[in-house]
């Protein structure tokens, strides 16, 4: 089984995103989501990366419990979200979503690719990526979902 290590700054259930400053070490607030929005599951990035958007990769830790800011999993991979991100009238970046199960998780472990969550819930999720960014005057575009093996060596290129 291939692993890789996600950092949480912004527990699931929670309305604050908090973003962790490589200079002081340090997870600062960054904002607070809308009234009745709060992540779905715990978000974070996998140290060691750099996306296009200049920030490490992003995950979405899919699993039964909520986990707290500056948690260390690892985790293995089970899809991706692939999609560009960008202000409006400005050129987009890529921005993919990983999507992962802890290790050790009891109840996703029967999961091995995000298809298995299954049409409805993939379209939630890429509804909240949507809705998040448009808080932030953001366009978020979804250009599809990935299997974990192309995920794992796109986490692979971005190492």
């Known amino acids: 089984m291939q692993t890789i290590d996600v950092v949480i700054e912004s527990p699931r259930a929670t309305q604050a995103k908090f973003k962790y400053d490589p200079k ?20 974070g990035f996998i140290p060691d990366t750099l996306g296009e958007d200049g920030d490490p990769l992003d995950a979405l830790v899919m699993s039964e419990f909520g986990s707290f800011t500056g948690a260390h999993l690892t985790c293995r991979i089970i899809g991706a979200l692939k999609a560009v991100q960008g202000k409006e009238g400005k050129k987009a970046v890529r921005n993919d979503r990983y999507f992962c199960v802890p290790v050790g998780s009891i109840t996703y472990s029967p999961i091995d690719s995000i ?3 299954g049409k409805e819930h993939n379209k939630q999720i890429e509804e909240f990526f949507i809705n998040y960014n448009k808080v932030d005057g953001k366009v978020f575009t979804c250009m599809g979902l990935i299997d974990p093996e192309k995920a794992f060596k796109m986490i692979k290129k971005g190492m």
Do not use: N, S
């Not at 002081?24 to 978000?43: A, C, I």
């Open 24 to 43: 002081t070490k340090l997870f600062k607030l960054k904002r607070l989501l809308p009234l009745g929005m709060v992540f779905p599951y715990d978000f």
């Open 115 to 117: 298809e298995q969550l």
